[in-house]
């Protein structure tokens, strides 16, 4: 969402970003950031808290930042609203400000929570706790004028739900800005003593969408490949599991590392060598994992194993930008491993046309341009 509204700004917009800060010690805090108005409110720790302490945490977003920031919130009215999910509960927040304003509301949806709760088994269909998200989900569409998803397949779900009659859609790939600056250089592979390896890396959160079960069992099957290594940066609620499978399978080549800032994620995946996609099988909503973005614009190349029918396959195999296979396919996951790391003028290929896809699909000035022609009349 910066990337965006330094686009807006670039485009002769007045832009205020709004996020919740579980790390600041005010409780609203208004700073000028790269040409936008930036909003910080005090949050609680939402990142790596249990799922209990997380959902309530969250909850406590629309009431917790309109406490906070009304007064700024009625002084400095604005035309459009552009709204991010996930978090589903800032839907409260999004009809307040839109009944203030009197302006459209534009939701872009990254993810159709909590169906893939339900998909991938975490909660009960017509469990009191899925009734409760299912009254947060709408709320955050009926306050919406259009809802953009991130891919063409995930279209169905409104499809089969009926909602493609109430709601007008549309689909808004995600974007990244091709040349981040400010990037550090990293040493991580230095510290962990990994120099004369190749590293297949994952960062970010490290949690049930995810399948985490999946890259371990790859650490597993790849334990006598003594040139790879397996990198996990990141937290989220399936570390405690990860922990206790390295140890009791002796993975010498799973490495789990704690989660570091977005710039030095950035850096890090610059260092590395191949970027890790997992995606539980059982999701049946379509997914372009936020750290595909990052390694496209390292041009690196991309292993994936994701659910079926998930249209990201389609896209790096039409772009020649990385080897994919079905999760639960695990000897062609590991036979693309071990491809990727004894064929570096593949590696290269793949990260080339990996950077050339970002380029062409996925820039942040296109996003800012499809957002933006909806409300010009």
């Known amino acids: ?91 409260a927040l999004m009809r307040r400000l839109k009944g203030l304003w009197d302006c459209p509301v534009f939701l872009i949806l990254r993810d159709i929570f909590p169906q893939w709760t339900v998909d991938a088994g975490v909660l009960r269909e017509g469990s009191a706790i899925l009734r409760f998200f299912r009254r947060k989900e709408r709320l955050q569409y009926e306050t919406s004028d259009v809802i953009a998803v991130q891919s063409p397949a995930n279209l169905r779900y409104f499809q089969d739900s009926v909602l493609d009659q109430r709601y007008e859609l549309d689909v808004l790939f995600n974007w990244a800005v091709p040349d981040e600056p400010n990037v550090p250089q990293t040493r991580l592979r230095r510290e962990l003593g990994l120099e004369n390896k190749v590293v297949l890396f994952f960062g970010g959160n490290l949690g049930v ?9 790859l650490a597993d099957n790849l334990r006598d490949e003594t040139d790879i290594r397996v990198l996990l940066v990141g937290e989220g609620s399936e570390v405690p599991s990860v922990e206790k499978q390295i140890e009791t399978r002796r993975l010498d080549n799973l490495i789990l590392h704690p989660a570091v800032d977005q710039t030095t994620y950035l850096g890090l995946v610059r260092e590395f060598d191949v970027g890790l996609i997992t995606l539980d099988r059982r999701l049946k909503h379509q997914n372009f994992p936020g750290k595909l973005f990052s390694y496209l614009a390292s041009s690196k190349p991309v292993l ?3 659910n079926p ?49 970002l380029d062409s699909k996925f820039s942040v000035s296109g996003a800012a341009e499809q957002i933006l022609g909806h409300f010009r009349s």
């Open 1 to 91: 969402m910066r990337d965006l509204a330094i686009e807006f700004v670039r485009c002769g917009h007045d832009v205020v970003l709004a996020a919740p800060d579980p790390t600041s010690q005010q409780r609203f805090k208004v700073t000028n950031e790269e040409g936008f108005t930036a909003l910080r409110f005090r949050s609680g720790r939402l990142k790596g808290a249990g799922r209990v302490f997380r959902t309530i945490n969250e909850w406590r977003l629309s009431p917790r930042m309109w406490s906070a920031g009304k007064d700024f919130f009625r002084e400095n009215p604005c035309d459009l609203i552009v709204a991010y999910s996930p978090t589903i509960f800032l839907g």
């Open 209 to 217: 969408q995810q399948d985490m079960d999946n890259l371990v069992r």
């Open 309 to 357: 029918g998930n249209d990201l396959g389609d896209i790096l195999q039409e772009y020649d930008a990385g080897l994919v296979c079905e999760n639960g396919q695990d000897d062609t996951l590991r036979r693309h491993a071990i491809r990727l790391a004894r064929d570096a003028d593949l590696r290269a290929r793949l990260g080339r046309n990996g950077r050339a896809l």
């Open 304 to 306: 994936a194993s994701i």
